[in-house]
């Protein structure tokens, strides 16, 4: 089961670009890379998922270099509506060796006008 | 999320007593997650279920229960309540490879 690393918190100022980076270093090969975000007193809502190299969206951007034991979440200038806690998760959401993913403490992001 | 729908959505329970949240989901998925948060800490996971027949322990599983009576529709039992169970509990769904859609969260408190 993968075991992920991320800050605890991080600050920034509206329109600012942040980068909340997440170590993975016993991504296993059939794991994906999941963000999700989650406001206070809500349900964590899914961002963005990928594999390897670049996956953006109309929210995010996901960059994962090419040994994948780590990825990089970008959220192109933020706003106060960005503040949220950022949960990175490694696994395999398939039949075979169904590894529970694991949510952790996640990343507090900040956003200040 | 609309789609996920937890009843009630926050409760006041005694020690000893028996209490029951309900999930409902309209999006047709076969997976149904329990999972509960403690404050300032990450989600933990009590069960899941791939489908009606099937039932799995998560991470913190002792103490609670769950039946999945359809595909839409699972529900997480606390036999006897104790305080340390005080928590936000979520119910989640997902489809095969595909991520999970949360539900706005069951706020319990035991006393």
């Known amino acids: 089961l993968a075991k992920t690393t991320q800050p605890i918190s991080m600050d920034s100022y509206e329109g600012q670009e942040v980068n909340i980076t997440c170590s993975h270093n016993?991504?296993?090969?059939?794991?994906?890379i999941t963000w999700y975000q989650q406001f206070p007193s809500q349900g964590p809502r899914f961002i963005i998922q990928?594999?390897?190299t670049k996956v953006t969206n109309e929210v995010a951007s996901l960059f994962i270099p090419a040994d994948r034991k780590s990825s990089t979440l970008s959220l192109p200038r933020v706003s106060l509506s960005d503040t949220a806690v950022y949960y990175c998760?490694?696994?395999?959401?398939?039949?075979?060796?169904?590894?529970?993913?694991?949510f952790g403490t996640g990343t507090r992001l900040l956003v200040s006008p | 999320d609309a789609d996920v729908t937890q009843t009630p959505r926050n409760r006041i329970t005694k020690t000893g007593k028996r209490i029951m949240l309900e999930c409902s989901q309209t999006?047709?998925?076969?997976?149904m997650y329990w999972y509960r948060q403690d404050p300032g800490l990450g989600l933990r996971l009590i069960y899941y279920?791939?489908?009606?027949?099937?039932?799995n322990k998560g991470e913190i599983s002792d103490g609670y229960s769950v039946s999945r009576q359809a595909q839409a529709k699972f529900s997480l039992s606390l036999e006897s309540a104790i305080p340390n169970q005080t928590a936000l509990y979520f119910c989640?769904?997902?489809?095969?490879?595909?991520?999970?859609?949360f539900g706005p969260g069951t706020r319990l408190l035991v006393l």
């Open positions: 989640a769904t997902s489809d095969f490879r595909e991520t999970q859609y």
């Open positions: 016993n991504i296993a090969t059939n794991d994906y």
């Open positions: 990928g594999y390897k």
């Open positions: 998760l490694v696994g395999d959401e398939g039949d075979t060796g169904f590894q529970k993913l694991v």
């Open positions: 999006k047709g998925h076969d997976r």
């Open positions: 279920s791939f489908d009606v027949k099937d039932i």
